[in-house]
């Protein structure tokens, strides 16, 4: 099916392991964000991309690592989960500059324990 | 950097009553305002969006939109609402050069019959 795809939906892990969450959309958009929405924050924007190899830092950076070797594919790597990395981590995409809309993946509920 | 701040966390309202969710930017530069709204387990969707022109921006489901610069602010109506817009409500800004929009907290509508 076309659109944007996030895996898993949920996922259960331990403080101090690695964890990659990933992204793909089928529509070839050049731009894709990372977001985490915890209560009372909203969304704060992690890491994006304009492009395949070019990505940059968001708001909250700190503790991931992205990478966008392939235009479709935008995994996020949690390097050594915290408790405070609990949250809903949203995929988006977008085909061209700000005035186009964000299309939304279905998110990642991640728990950290 | 541009912010906007959403004036109430949480909106209750009676079926078929109008509803206003207030929202407020700061910016000292022209910006980009949208509103998304956020279903229950999903993503995110475009409401509508503000770029340029008319004032009123008119989107989906019945939603209108009012952006005013004197004011700052880029409030969100409905004159009747459904048990079906019960959802979380997000105000977001960009300024015109930039790639990422920048949430608010978030407004919870909650529609009772």
């Known amino acids: 099916d076309a659109g944007i795809t996030q895996s898993p939906r949920y996922k259960i892990t331990e403080t101090g392991r690695q964890v990659t969450l990933m992204c793909h959309q089928t529509w070839s958009h050049s731009y894709m964000f990372w977001y985490r929405q915890d209560l009372g924050h909203g969304l704060r924007l992690i890491y994006y991309s304009a492009a395949a190899d070019i990505t940059d830092k968001g708001e909250v950076p700190d503790g991931y690592v992205v990478s966008r070797s392939k235009t479709e594919n935008f995994p996020l790597t949690l390097e050594s989960a915290t408790r405070s990395q609990t949250s809903v981590y949203f995929c988006?995409?977008?085909?061209?500059?700000?005035?186009?809309?964000?299309?939304f993946g279905s998110g990642t509920q991640l728990s950290v324990l | 950097a541009q912010s906007v701040t959403q004036l109430d966390s949480q909106v209750p309202v009676f079926e078929e009553a109008p509803v206003e969710l207030r929202c407020n930017y700061s910016?000292?530069?022209?910006?980009?305002l949208f509103w998304y709204v956020q279903y229950p387990n999903q993503g995110l969707q475009l409401l509508l969006k503000?770029?340029?022109?008319?004032?009123l921006v008119k989107g989906i489901n019945g939603f209108e939109a009012e952006f005013n610069k004197s004011q700052t602010s880029f409030h969100l109506r409905k004159p009747s609402v459904h048990i079906s817009d019960t959802a979380e409500y997000f105000c977001?800004?960009?300024?015109?050069?930039?790639?990422?929009?920048?949430f608010g907290k978030g407004t919870s509508l909650l529609v009772t019959p």
């Open positions: 988006a995409s977008r085909s061209g500059g700000l005035r186009e809309k964000l299309f």
């Open positions: 977001a800004v960009s300024d015109l050069s930039g790639y990422a929009l920048n």
């Open positions: 503000y770029l340029s022109g008319s004032t």
């Open positions: 910016s000292s530069v022209s910006v980009y």
